[in-house]
Structure formats: structure tokens, C-alpha cells
């Protein structure tokens, strides 16, 4: 095979390869390290309030430094009439300081999602619909994102410093959560339920660029994300694997063989 096949057969894969596969099966996984009130068998007190100390990519590295969300801007929200109406609103831990709010205000979403309490979250009913901005305390290039009871899909997009999206929209899909190994029981549901996280980086949303925010959206065909997200630095995402600059370096690993072949025959 020659240069050109080589280069062409790349070309063909990667565009297969990039058609054929999802957004959110580029995101990045990571273990979540919390703190909270353990019980006499060790076991963390789901009610309460449960801080995340920091997290650990799968190559080892641990990050302890993130942005949070300063403000929301809620655009589009189902009215809630009691019940289990309405979509997106501000939840706790049973026992868990901060904010449970059923008819969500920009204020209140702000301050559940502005802190490192991983027992103070968005709750979505089932079959809600909602849209909201939501802007970080200082430009970000990765996301990390946890979602109560690991049923529910969430659809994310960049915002820039003007608050207008940018990149492309990413469906993050509960099949493919990890499990963060803890689990929350919050005002809005009976039981405990366990957590899932994704982490999502640049090119996860179409960007080449850090980002100062985030839209958040949902309908029904979601299933109701409860969830909780922070920021982070380049840094704090792994580089995603480009199978196009592989098969590159391997056709020009080729031409370089083929080169030094041909002095040795002459």
C-alpha cells in the first residue's frame, strides 16, 4: 500500500469513525472524592451534606481546584401547580444545608449549583421541560457533572463572555455515567438513590477554547436529570484520543521507511 492508500484509508476511517460515534461517548469518566457524616458502619450519610473534596481522572491525576456557577438565567421552565408539576427546581439532602425550592428562581439555582455541596442539586420531574444559562465565577475548559439515580440524559452547550452559545450541543447519556459511589436522598424523592458523573472537555462540545458558561437543557424525552456541575481547567481533562493524528503519524512512518529502504537498495 502507498502513501496515497494509506492516507486515504485514514481519511475514510476517521470520517466513519466520526460519523458513526456520539458525542457523549467522548466524554471522560473520573471518581469523585466527598466528605460528609459517616454513620458507626462507615457509611456516608446520605441526608447530609456531602462536599467534594476533589476528583481523580483515570490517569491518576487528581484535581481539587473548580469554578462554580455564579449566576442562572432561567429561559424556559414548566410551571409548577403543586405536586409533581413543573420541571427544574432547587433540591437538598433531607438534612443537607442550602436551598429546596420547588418554583425555581435564578437566585435559587444559583446557589444550589454555587457551591461544592454534591446534596444540593437541580431536580427535574420526569417529564419537565426546561432551558437555562448558567455562568461560572471565571472561564472554564472542561466540565464535571453528576446526575442523582443515573436514569436521565442532559443536554449541554458553551456559552462565551456574552452569555451566547458557541460549539455544538452535547446530549450526555445516563448509559454512559460512571458511578461516583455515593448516593443522595433528597426533599423531592423518598429513598436514597445512587449518583452517576460525566466529565465533558473542549472538543466534547465543539470548542478549541475556554468557555465562561454553560446551557443546561431537558425535555421529556431526558427523564428528569437531577444534577449538580462544576468547572475546570484544561488541565483538568484528559486530551481526548484523535485517531486521525495516529493514522496519520503511521503513514508518515511509512513514507520514512519506504525512504530509507530505497537509499539501501541504491
Known sequence: MNLKQIVT???????????????????????????????????????????????????????????????????RNDVWNGGNSGAASSDRGDKASGAAKELATNASVAASLGNRNLNNIIDTEDRGSFKMNLQFEQAVSSLFLWERGMNSDLSIQGLDSNGSVIGNILRLDRRMQKDANYSINTTEIGSAQKVGSWGVNLSDLGLTGSFFGVQVSADASHNGADFKLMGGSAEAAPEPFTIGGTLVGLALGYRLKKKQQSKVAA
Do not use: C, E, H, M
Not at 458513526?20 to 472524592?33: D, E, I, W
Not at 457509611?43 to 467534594?52: Q, V, Y
Open 9 to 75: 484509508a485514514a481519511s475514510v476511517f476517521v470520517t466513519g469513525f466520526v460519523l458513526s460515534s456520539s458525542p457523549a461517548q467522548a466524554a471522560f469518566t473520573f471518581s469523585s472524592n466527598v466528605s460528609g457524616t459517616y454513620d458507626s458502619a462507615g457509611k456516608l450519610d446520605s441526608t447530609r451534606d456531602i462536599f467534594l473534596d476533589s476528583v481523580t481522572l483515570d490517569n491518576g491525576k487528581t484535581v481539587d481546584q473548580f469554578a462554580l456557577v455564579k449566576s442562572a438565567q432561567i429561559l
